[in-house]
């Protein structure tokens, strides 16, 4: 076979499996989603594509840290959760707030057209400005409810 090889990165994952060959491959997020690009890699040399296993993650928290980790009443389980679950979470142990806002946010379109509706009456030309900026607002507020 002759094959014109440059010493280039993605290769060098790929040609070491043709003398022997690699069973599983265990590394981290980033590693994992590095050897899925090389798949096609792989293909092409007819080399067989390892399993990819993602690694076990560990924590050290100094004694500082777990001091105020143990005032938050979290357990270790809910850090491995999403950033917003946490939040949501610990909201509606710790306080009587309401994290849904989908109705106010109905409220307020309807007030919002309301208003468009008398500003167009008095000035056809506010139309477009009051469109513009309740746009904004309800954009802002939407945003608001995905990350609550």
Not at 12 to 19: F, K
Not at 60 to 65: E, K, L, Q
Not at 75 to 98: G, H, P, Q, V
């Amino acid at each position: 076979m002759n094959l014109k090889i440059q010493s280039e990165c993605n290769l060098a994952s790929a040609l070491p499996g043709n003398n022997l060959p690699n069973l599983a491959y265990v590394g981290g997020p980033a590693e994992v989603t590095y050897w899925l690009q090389l798949k096609g890699v792989f293909d092409h040399f007819n080399v067989p594509f390892p399993m990819l296993m993602p690694r076990n993650f560990g924590m050290v928290m100094d004694a500082p840290t777990v001091k105020k980790f143990e005032k938050t009443g979290l357990a270790l389980n809910d850090l491995f959760e999403e950033k917003n679950n946490i939040f949501n979470s610990w909201i509606a142990k710790n306080t009587n707030a309401r994290l849904v806002i989908g109705k106010s946010i109905d409220a307020t379109q309807k007030t919002l057209s309301e208003i468009r509706e008398r500003a167009t009456a008095i000035d056809p030309t506010l139309n477009q400005f009051v469109a513009a900026e309740t746009k904004r607002m309800l954009t802002g507020l939407r945003k608001s409810k995905r990350e609550w």
